[in-house]
């Protein structure tokens, strides 16, 4: 495809999802005008050329986006949890609709290949349902009171407008895994999407706002495009939000968490991930060599669950990584809108210099580069960012190793017996995603036992990426805490009641306590 294909692919997707060369970036409850100074300027990763201009939130309207989120609130929380679940369903059946023009949006400005950026969309249509589902289902349990005559039990209740704070990465199916859950709890969801992502968030945003605004629902979703520190720093320190989830990295998690702590808010934090597979000996080899290949080389390596080290038995290590090799060096990089490309670019030129940097850095810590590792350019695409998936013989005590690159870098390491793998892949500070390959019975359960794996996702026989929205996604160590999307992370958005009636007559008091009066 020629460059100008892209033009016009862009100015067609542009077209169908109405967004225009300046939108607003800010809705409460109506789009609103420009009135600060900052405006984001989307650059695609692809070409480098621009697809439109975001204007950014300032503080009053942000004040406006919040008091219409609690305004909101005060209404949707009223109406009955299934209720709000098929209003959600809704939403699901439009993105379904618009699957193609939103993924298509993602592939504009995060420069996901088409596959990728549907499977985003799909991700929301997917929870969406989920959700819908879930408004059934928000159980409570009932206890046997000790007292005679009493009923103890557990209710859960709304807890109020809560705020999303999203990557560029997975510029939209990160909010909805918890906006849909938040919704059919009962909040209302103020969100602040990655700046590097804002055009993503707006193109969303519109599809839900008009399908609520169809469906006379309230508009439970409000957006506010900003610059990250600022409205991280508003929302963080906002005692009306309850909730803050945010996405991103470790050293911006951390502020967030003290910002929200301070306050006794709640956080769910989805930080770095660093995360390794295990290729045992009795692995099946081409699935082995699958799963890690799309682990690393998925979104370019820019996913929290990309594969970034991977350790391999010794007798298969030579093999393993010959083929390995030779699955990268036949790997199509470039325009992710190409069929047959698997390999789109970095964000932006920032994490292209990060990419290069780290590569040099590995190599002067004794690290050993055996493929890629440089920017390249694609023809037709000059402006766009792409670099060749590095892959780099490591020792796992290598500083570097121990920390998250955002790019296609993949480690490798050797061992011999599985307690020395998963010491290995255990001896990094982050814990969101894990796998090992092998056939072997012990040697999974081993890994999947309380001596194995210590992160929050644990895999066998596939890959660290791709995780489903069934489960509950989150990790331990430095990756941060709690949990979104499946299972029962709904409980997160809710606060827990517990509930003590005394039917009788008398007033019998717990552990035998006695207090007559
Ligand atoms: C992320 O990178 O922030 O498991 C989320 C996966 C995707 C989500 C990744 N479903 O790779």
Known sequence: ????????????TLKKLGIEETNSGIFAGKWLPRSGKNIYTSISPVDGKVNASVWLADRGQYEEAVNQSIKAFEEWRSIPAPRRGEIIKALGDVLAKNKKDLGALVTLEAGKTTSEGEGEIQEMIDVAYFASGLSRQLYGFTMASERPD???????????????????????????WNAMVAAVCGDTVVWKPSTKASLAAVGVMKIMT???????????????????????????NDRRIPLVSFTGSTATGQKIYENVARRIGRPILELGGNNCSIVSSRADMNLALKGVAFGALATA?????????????????????????????????????????????????????????????????????????????VPGLEGGNYVRPALIEAKPDMEITKRETFGPLLYLFRYRTIEEAVKIHNSVPQGLSSAIFTTDLREEEYFLSYRGSDCGLANVNTSTAGAEIGGAFGGEKETGYGRESGSDSWKAYMRRQTVTINHGRDLPLSQGVRFDV
């Not at 495809?1 to 892209?6: E, G, I, R, V």
């Not at 957006?223 to 720093?233: D, F, N, Q």
């Not at 210099?353 to 050993?368: H, L, M």
């Open 301 to 377: 390596g820019q996913r929290c669950t990309s594969t970034r080290r991977v350790v391999v038995q010794d007798d298969i290590y030579d093999e393993f990584v010959s083929r390995l090799k030779d699955i990268y060096s036949k790997v199509k990089i470039g325009n992710p809108r190409q069929e047959g490309v698997l390999v789109g670019p970095l964000i932006d030129r920032e994490a292209v210099r990060t990419f290069t940097d780290a590569v040099r850095e590995a190599v002067s810590q004794g690290g050993k580069l055996i493929f890629g590792g440089e920017e390249i350019k």
């Open 150 to 176: 009493h009923r103890l039990y557990e209710q859960w209740l709304p807890l109020g407008p809560i705020a999303v704070i999203s990557a560029f990465n997975f510029p939209s199916s990160v909010w909805s």
């Open 210 to 236: 008009e399908e609520l605004e169809r469906l006379g629902a309230p508009q439970i979703f409000s957006l506010v495009a900003s610059r990250g520190s600022e409205g991280g720093e508003w929302i963080s």
């Open 1 to 12: 495809m020629q460059t100008n294909d892209f033009d016009e692919f862009r100015e067609r």
